[in-house]
């Protein structure tokens, strides 16, 4: 099973401000990676798939990039509706798995 | 608009039965397939088991292979998971999820639902 590690655990940003997170593979998934936001008491919401393909009304602040066993999503200019904890999911070995989550915290 | 209604969670013993149910709606039900997907308490998600659009095809992570059966009912456009021998180890928030293809093994999800809580304890 292919393992995936996100990075920070918690980062806290600022309103407006960009942040980065990072999610890197045990092995390659190509560009076969999702991109989760959960707020809490809502359901998960699809943010990115294909690595870099924002989802049907994802904002263009969202943006995915990377292949094979490093991925990153950038949020250009963080908004209050933002601040969530964020999961990557790799689709390309079955089972496919999910990282643990990076919580987006006001600074 | 897509609408996923999970409910059946609640409160059992070790060892003890429950069957988590998930209505769907806004979309044609039958022609995707559908996974659970459990978040444990400080824990991340973990996918659970999945089935085709028809049904005919099911999928179950090991941690749960022999214990949980998943099904649907494309008529009442319901997933189903059956959950037996539950152990503290399963106690988590479950949400139901609709995925992007119609079979095969699940990808990834673009619908999910806000989930049914299930608490084990004596």
């Known amino acids: 099973e292919i393992v995936m590690t996100q990075s920070p655990a918690n980062l806290s940003v600022s309103p407006g401000e960009r942040a980065t997170l990072s999610c890197r593979a045990s092995?390659?998934?190509?560009?076969?990676l999702a991109w989760y936001h959960q707020k809490p008491g809502q359901a998960p919401r699809l943010l990115i798939y294909?690595?870099?393909t924002r989802a049907t009304g994802i904002p263009a602040r969202f943006s995915g990039s990377g292949s094979g066993t490093e991925f990153t999503l950038a949020i250009s200019s963080l908004q209050s509706e933002d601040f969530a904890v964020y999961y990557c999911?790799?689709?390309?070995?079955?089972?496919?798995?999910f990282g643990q989550g990076t919580k987006v915290e006001v600074k | 608009e897509v609408e996923l209604l999970e409910s059946g969670g609640g409160l059992v013993q070790p060892g003890g039965s429950l069957r988590l149910s998930c209505g769907a709606s806004?979309?044609?039900?039958?022609?995707?397939?559908m996974s659970w997907v459990r978040r444990a308490p400080g824990r991340g998600l973990e996918w659970v088991s999945g089935?085709?659009?028809?049904?005919?095809?099911?999928f179950y992570a090991d941690s749960v292979k022999g214990r949980f059966t998943i099904s649907r009912d494309n008529s009442k456009n319901t997933l189903y998971l059956q959950m037996n021998s539950l152990g503290a180890e399963d106690a988590a928030l479950y949400f139901c999820?609709?995925?992007?293809?119609?079979?095969?093994?699940?990808?990834?999800?673009?619908?999910w639902g806000q989930g049914t809580q299930v608490s084990v304890s004596s």
């Open positions: 806004g979309f044609s039900f039958s022609t995707y397939a």
């Open positions: 999820a609709k995925d992007i293809a119609a079979a095969g093994h699940p990808l990834y999800f673009d619908f």
């Open positions: 294909g690595a870099s």
């Open positions: 089935i085709s659009g028809s049904g005919a095809s099911t």
């Open positions: 092995q390659s998934v190509d560009s076969s």
């Open positions: 999911q790799q689709y390309n070995s079955w089972p496919q798995t």
